[in-house]
Structure formats: C-alpha cells, structure tokens
C-alpha cells in the first residue's frame, strides 16, 4: 500500500478532539469531542465554514464554523459558545480537514 493510500480515512470514521476545559453539553461535563464527517447536508444548513485563498490558507467564517462544529460534534450551539479559544481553533481545523482531506469511499 502507499503512503497516500495509507493516509486517506474512511469515511465513516469518527475524529476525536480532548479539550483543554471541559465544556457543558447535554447537561453533562463534556472533556472531548467526537466529530462526524460533513456531509452536503451539514454545509446547507451550516454553510461553508471557511473559504481557501490562492496560497491555500484559510479564512474562518466564526458564526458558520461555530453552527459546523455543534453539528457535526452533536452538541448544541451553546456549549460551542463555552469553548476556550484554543479548543475552539482545534475543533475548527478538524472540521477544515473534511473539507481538505481526502476521503475514501466505502466500496
């Protein structure tokens, strides 16, 4: 196998991101997220969360970024609200990578 096709995940693979202070979600102390892959649905209703320039760095859009994360970490709004700015920025390239990454469909 090569060494791209060794870093391509599937699809369905979850991510994991440990923050640094544990945020309230659901009622309940939240000290990791555990993301899904974007889906064309998320990005509808989300919108694009950030947009590329021509040298390739990225422009966040905070208010789409920060819908993207609740939706994509299933937690409400409001506990995306209480991230630390570092967890949040960490969270926000872990959503960047679906849409940067490539993917491998299931067969």
Known sequence: M???????R?????MSLP?????KAHGAEVQRL??????????TACGV???????GEADIKAP?????????????PSSVAQMDAPDWLAA????IGFFTEP?????
């Open 49 to 55: 969360p950030f947009t590329l320039s021509s040298a």
């Open 10 to 14: 599937p699809v369905e693979d979850p």
């Open 2 to 8: 090569s060494d791209q096709a060794e870093n391509i």
């Open 92 to 95: 926000a390239g872990m959503v």
């Open 34 to 43: 555990t993301f899904r892959m974007a889906k064309g649905e998320d990005i």
């Open 103 to 107: 993917t491998q469909a299931k067969p």
């Open 19 to 23: 923050l640094g202070k544990p945020i």
């Open 64 to 76: 789409a970024m920060s819908r993207m994360i609740a939706t994509l970490a299933s937690i409400p």
